[in-house]
């Protein structure tokens, strides 16, 4: 089975810019989730998507949107860039919202200048 | 409140040494889930563990050995023989379902670096 894939792999925005970042689960995962890493804050949970609908979101600003579509695939969107918006973003698949092991991405490595 | 703590930031040791990664965790909950992750240079995040609350046992796959005791609410690695291909950064994460659904608290990480 393939694993998680995300494109694109780095990405060099603006301030101000906006940014859409994609993931495609596993084949059979319908739950996909978001988190962002950074040195100085660790792994944190954007939020999650389970049948094209957000189950769980973490503490981020409004500027920090997702979706996800009827194949599972999602995609993260994040509106008016600040530099602090550099980060990895990873992005996770699962069969379902409960307990089962997330599998991760090589994720996308966003730069904001 | 859910919460997980690696309190080695940064370990060293020489090849073919041995080296345990401390976790603690804090959950009301009495059903959970722990789970390590290796996040080598390429920064893909690989799934290494998952162990529920209900199965203290301990569990050995070739180098690698898990000591889950909930009496002091650690998971701690244990990586024998390390080698270099060891060198990544660990996380530590728990996943319990007070909201309904199950999302992963992480811990801040321990960077092993295994040196030749």
């Known amino acids: 089975k393939a694993g998680v894939t995300q494109t694109p792999r780095y990405l060099i925005k603006t301030r101000g810019q906006q940014v859409t970042l994609s993931c495609s689960p596993i084949?059979?995962?319908?739950?996909v989730s978001w988190y962002q890493q950074t040195p100085g804050q660790g792994l944190q949970f954007l939020f999650e998507y389970f049948s094209e609908t957000q189950r769980n979101k973490g503490n981020f600003p409004g500027r920090f949107s997702g979706r996800q579509f009827s194949n599972s695939r999602s995609e993260m969107n994040v509106s008016t860039l600040e530099l602090g918006d550099s980060a990895l973003y990873l992005c996770?698949?699962?069969?379902?919202?409960?307990?089962?092991?997330?599998?991760f991405g090589p994720g996308t490595r966003l730069l904001v200048l | 409140a859910q919460k997980v703590t690696q309190a080695q930031t940064e370990i060293s040791v020489v090849e073919k040494e041995d080296v345990t990664l401390d976790c603690v965790y804090e959950t009301r909950d009495t059903t959970y889930y722990l789970f390590w992750y290796k996040q080598p240079p390429s920064g893909e995040l690989v799934f290494l563990i998952r162990?529920?609350?209900?199965?203290?046992q301990n569990e050995i796959s070739g180098r690698y050995s898990w000591n889950f005791q909930k009496s002091t609410s650690s998971f701690n690695f244990t990586i024998t023989a390390s080698q270099v291909v060891d060198s990544a950064v660990y996380f530590c994460?728990?996943?319990?379902?007070?909201?309904?659904?199950?999302?992963?608290?992480f811990g801040t990480g321990t960077r092993l670096k295994v040196l030749a």
């Open positions: 996770a698949s699962r069969t379902g919202p409960v307990q089962e092991t997330q599998y």
């Open positions: 084949s059979g995962h319908r739950s």
């Open positions: 994460a728990l996943s319990e379902g007070t909201s309904g659904t199950y999302k992963y608290i």
């Open positions: 162990r529920n609350s209900f199965d203290e």
